[in-house]
């Protein structure tokens, strides 16, 4: 019991989707009996992912930076001893996960990047990151074929959710864009299940 308290409770509740998917929990009408449907572990996925992401931007970065002036972030937060940034925790996640689970991969990613590698790679995420921005209440989904793999493909809107996101995108000196206003689409989250 010690250690289960320590443990991130989005992992738990991934734990748990991977479980069901792997063992043939929920099915969803697909017909074959057995498993999760992609696109439903995309969307709990991403329900864990967009209120640990909010969360953290909110009722940390946001508080202990902008309001309170305790602490700031950074982008070298280790060597300036300073809070990560909002995306940096997300890669951080998203990294981890990697290492524990082959069953999905998740990323933050944006027409307008301050860091390169987040920037879209295949034609899905271009389409993906162009329609979420055009639409942000509607996630877009589809297939894709990567290697000698089929993947289903989710992609869900990044809203700026505080102030401290919109300062920092605005301000960076990296930044392609600089007119970013609160709750406007930062770029997507992007969600990948294997379909084999």
């Given at each position: 019991?010690?250690?289960?308290?320590?443990?991130?409770?989005?992992?738990?509740?991934?734990?748990?989707?991977?479980?069901?998917?792997g063992?043939?929990?929920?099915s969803?009408?697909s017909?074959?009996?057995?498993?999760?449907?992609?696109?439903?572990?995309?969307?709990?996925?991403?329900?864990?992912m967009?209120?640990?992401?909010?969360?953290?931007?909110?009722?940390?970065?946001?508080?202990?930076?902008?309001?309170?002036?305790?602490?700031?972030?950074?982008?070298?937060?280790?060597?300036?001893?300073?809070?990560?940034?909002?995306?940096?925790?997300?890669?951080?996640?998203?990294?981890?996960?990697?290492e524990?689970?082959?069953?999905?991969?998740?990323?933050?990613?944006?027409?307008w990047?301050?860091?390169?590698?987040?920037?879209?790679?295949?034609?899905m995420?271009?389409?993906?990151?162009?329609?979420?921005?055009?639409?942000?209440?509607?996630?877009?989904y589809?297939?894709?074929?990567l290697?000698?793999?089929?993947?289903?493909?989710?992609?869900?809107?990044?809203?700026?959710?505080?102030?401290?996101?919109v300062?920092?995108?605005?301000?960076?000196?990296?930044?392609?864009?600089?007119?970013?206003?609160?709750?406007?689409?930062m770029?997507?989250?992007?969600?990948?299940?294997?379909?084999?």
């Amino acid at each position: 019991m010690r250690i289960l308290h320590r443990i991130c409770p989005c992992l738990i509740a991934t734990a748990v989707l991977v479980g069901l998917a792997g063992c043939g929990g929920s099915s969803t009408g697909s017909g074959d009996g057995g498993g999760i449907d992609p696109q439903v572990m995309a969307d709990a996925l991403h329900a864990i992912m967009e209120a640990d992401r909010t969360v953290y931007a909110e009722r940390v970065v946001n508080r202990l930076q902008d309001e309170e002036q305790v602490i700031q972030a950074s982008e070298h937060w280790q060597d300036e001893q300073a809070l990560p940034l909002p995306a940096q925790m997300f890669r951080m996640g998203a990294e981890l996960a990697a290492e524990m689970t082959d069953a999905f991969t998740y990323a933050l990613l944006s027409a307008w990047p301050i860091n390169s590698s987040n920037a879209p790679r295949t034609p899905m995420e271009t389409e993906g990151l162009e329609a979420v921005a055009a639409d942000p209440a509607t996630p877009y989904y589809g297939t894709e074929t990567l290697g000698d793999r089929d993947y289903f493909t989710a992609v869900y809107a990044d809203v700026a959710v505080s102030q401290a996101c919109v300062t920092c995108h605005n301000n960076h000196l990296d930044s392609p864009r600089t007119d970013f206003e609160l709750n406007d689409v930062m770029g997507g989250i992007v969600i990948r299940i294997p379909l084999d």
